[in-house]
């Protein structure tokens, strides 16, 4: 199967194109793109026949709607060489933790905040160190748990680019407390700009790894690259761990973490905590690359959020009881 996209008509009606030859061919009924793939074959080709025959628009010339709406979204860390540099600048030895190389871990991200390719992305408040995180998502066909690795493939019903935006001085600040990232990281996540089907990235496979070249882009120019291939766990094998004693949903996101220069704070905790390359400023356009998967671009713009604070939290607990 070819790949699909959801783009926004000139009535503002979301349409499901096939993309085919750098145009966007019309689904006819406008099916969910996941429910196309669930299709009896028959009745698949026949939509696709008749789609043939619709107006057909150039890729460049679409405005992109998510390419489906997940329940859930996994956020994982697969690539060893990106926490290698993140630990360079962090408190203990520079060392990737023992602990990372038992399991994948991931983190739990807001599927509310996910936007389309050329959604713009306005400035969070309160931070001054704006980011990006080169990553692509494997999208899931069904609702499963428990999965063992020989029916892994099978459940996956594609993959996209994702862009997981990330404000590095809240982020670093919330992380002290001894959880995960929260407001540092949930203001905006990019997935796009369609689906790709798994028979689609054969020609790339090499054993269960795809060799797929990554880039991101910042203004035009190019300031991280990476490979597909380096995971250090395979897509099959994130579903096999995310799914065991839990339910994974159809359309739910599991995304590989970063790529090894795929962020800037890697490069900065490369340097020693020197901005060697500025943080995101208003303006900016980030350009994510993935061979055989294509490319989301988003601008930077005006802060929007009015943001409203908390106050500090009331002391409870006071010295006469620790």
């Not at 628009?57 to 329940?71: F, H, K, S």
């Not at 604070?309 to 620790?322: F, H, I, K, S, W």
Request: proline letters at 8%; hydrophobic letters at 40%; a negative charge.
């Amino acid at each position: 199967m070819p790949q699909f996209a959801r783009y926004v008509g000139e009535n503002g009606i979301v349409h499901t194109g096939r993309v085919q030859h750098g145009r966007l061919q019309d689904v006819p009924g406008d099916p969910e793109i996941l429910d196309l793939l669930d299709m009896p074959k028959a009745e698949y080709d026949d939509l696709m026949l008749r789609g043939g025959r619709m107006q057909k628009l150039p890729v460049e010339d679409a405005v992109y709607a998510v390419p489906v709406q997940p329940r859930a979204m996994r956020d994982f860390l697969v690539f060893e060489a990106h926490i290698a540099g993140m630990k360079n600048n962090e408190p203990g030895d520079g060392t990737v933790p023992e602990q990372w190389y038992g399991a994948p871990a991931f983190l739990f991200m807001n599927p509310w905040s996910v936007l389309p390719t050329g959604a713009d992305i306005p400035m969070p408040p309160f931070t001054q160190r704006l980011d990006f995180e080169l990553e692509v998502a494997m999208i899931i066909k069904d609702t499963v748990r428990d999965v063992p690795i020989e029916e892994a493939a099978e459940h996956i019903a594609g993959f996209c680019l994702l862009n997981d935006w990330s404000a590095r001085d809240i982020q670093g600040q919330e992380m002290r407390v001894g959880l995960g990232p929260s407001k540092g990281k949930d203001f905006a996540n990019t997935l796009g700009p369609w689906i790709t089907t798994p028979d689609e990235l054969e020609p790339y496979r090499e054993g269960d790894r795809y060799a797929l070249e990554m880039s991101v882009a910042v203004n035009g120019e190019v300031v991280g690259t990476d490979n597909l291939r380096n995971m250090s766990w395979s897509f099959e094998e994130m579903l096999v761990h995310a799914s065991r004693d839990a339910w994974v949903g159809r359309g739910d996101v599991l995304a590989t973490g970063t790529a090894s220069q795929g962020a800037l704070c890697e490069r900065w905790s490369r340097a020693g905590g020197e901005l060697v390359i500025p943080p995101l400023q208003v303006g900016d356009e980030v350009t994510m690359t993935v061979q055989g998967l294509g490319s989301i671009t988003n601008r930077i713009t005006e802060q929007a959020s009015p943001g409203h604070t908390v106050p500090p939290a009331r002391r409870t607990y006071g010295a006469d009881r620790l």
